[in-house]
């Protein structure tokens, strides 16, 4: 029997994933889309307004795996949805944290929203400072993808004007708290922004799809999906056009190649059966989130490419960057001891940020390059984490608790770590998971520049608080462990030189012109702002890229 070749195999049904598949189907091509885990079903898997009291466990999960749970997303809500059965390593002196959602949708389906624009400052940040070399690409170049994914996502925000944030097309932004009120008058003062947050959740309904009702359990999956995912807006319109096959419990292994070593399939793990199985395309796309993308890459051995497929760089996996996250300061706003709570545990949404604001007017005007923002959160949040910490037992604390329910507040901090030749991604040559493949074996550090943004954000935000008329109560020990943040790029980056960069300046190999990269491993750095939206946006351009060259008959059955 003549074997089945589809027009493109897509790993990964992500942000990145997701945003291929769609477009890929819309303009007509068969797609076959793999991925690692099952699909969810909102009405069962999600959380459906149940309160903790409701759950077995109380909303945290069977004590017996507390150990490996990856933290507040990874909970008795989201069962199951969280892959705990694939290992990784560290190389010692690492410390990494990798929280991967295995489910269709991946992250998507809980993610936090926060949503800005990468601008020409961040493209073109090595000119700027001489670390590292610029972005293959302008701001002008991406501009209109961001505009169009704005436009299918639903993005809440306001026009700032700010030199580092390029503004777009927004619905209306959420409504301030008092907190963000009080705050931002201690922002002004000590002369640092204090805006509405860009977030892809739904202040108003957006083509089709209802607005919030600010229930505040987003991370916990939305059951009427009025937060951008991929399963409520992207998987519906690839299904819509009969040209998607989606294989769920199919985890890739690697990319198959043909005698000239172009890419001609994926063959993949049904986890189900055990089996292994190949599925065959005249192009294929690596949409598995960074760190899995490079994985599935490096096990592509073959004679034509013994280092991994499309490896001649020998870049694949390197030049790791991730977001570093830490409380820069925590405390309380007295003027709200006492009040009434205020109904929408809202606090789940980035509702205010406060955007970069340093090196803006010169590069070096800092003790470190480039920049940060924070996140100011608080308020009543469902578990009122600050009452672990009080003194007291019985009836006077429960009141103790409930007048500083309104009132505590924190700043938490998004700095980008520089790219370094020492932080990357290789594969374990001793340790395999259960289905043989090599493990992602993880080497990274924090490098001096980011920990001097640490240390810069604890005095400015403690400024702040103070400013605002808070009491500072203290600030995080040490920043999270690197990986918490889940804003990983730079694996695969993309470059013009084929000497040292994976992919060309339209996320498609160089060595294999049939091979694409549609995630944040394509991307130089990280910046102050979080990846998703430019992992749309990005993902749009690749895809659109591979649909010119199937036109143009670039692409032909193997
Ligand atoms: C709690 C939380 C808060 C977050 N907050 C924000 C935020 O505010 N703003 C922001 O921009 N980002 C945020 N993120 C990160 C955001 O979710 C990710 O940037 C985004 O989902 C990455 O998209 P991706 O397609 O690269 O990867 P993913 O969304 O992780 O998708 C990868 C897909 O690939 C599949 N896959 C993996 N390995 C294989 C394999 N070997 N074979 C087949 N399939 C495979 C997975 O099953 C998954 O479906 C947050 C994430 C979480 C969990
Ligand atoms: S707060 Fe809004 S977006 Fe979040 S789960 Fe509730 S309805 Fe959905």
Known sequence: ???????????????????????????????????????????????????????????????????????????????????????????????WMWPRCNAVGGKTNFWGRSSARFGDIDLRAASLDGYDVDWPLSYDEIDPFYTRVEKMIGVASTVQNRPSNPDGSYLPPFKFRCLDFILQAGCNKVGVPYLPDRCAQLTQPHEGHPACHFCGECTTGCDIGAFFSTPYFLLPKAEATKNLELRTNALAKNVLVDENGQASGVAYIDRQTKQEVEVYGRAVVVAASCIESARVMLNSKSRQWPHGIANSSGQLGRNLCDHLYGESARGYLPQLLGQPSFPDHVGDSTIAWMPRWQNLKAPHEEKFIRGYSVYPDGGCEEFPGFATDMDGFGSSLKREIKRRYPSPVSFGIQAPSLRSETNYMDLDPEVKDPYGIPVARMHFEWDENVLKMWEHSKQVCAEVLRAAGGELEGSGEAPEIPGWSLHETGTCRMGNDPKKFVTNRFGQTHDVPNLYVCDASVFLNCTDKTTTISILAFSLRTSERLIENFRQGEHRAA
């Open 1 to 95: 029997m003549a074997k089945k070749i589809y027009d493109v195999i897509v790993i990964g049904t992500g942000a990145g994933g997701g945003m291929a598949i769609k477009t890929l189907c819309e303009a007509g091509l068969k797609v076959c889309a793999l991925n690692a885990g099952r699909r969810l079903d909102p009405e069962k898997d999600f959380r459906y307004h149940r309160m903790p009291w409701d759950m077995k466990f109380r909303g945290l999960d069977d004590p017996k795996r507390r150990g490996e749970s990856f933290g507040y997303m990874d909970n008795e809500y989201t069962k199951a949805a969280w892959d705990h059965e694939i290992p990784f390593t560290v190389a010692p002196g690492t410390k």
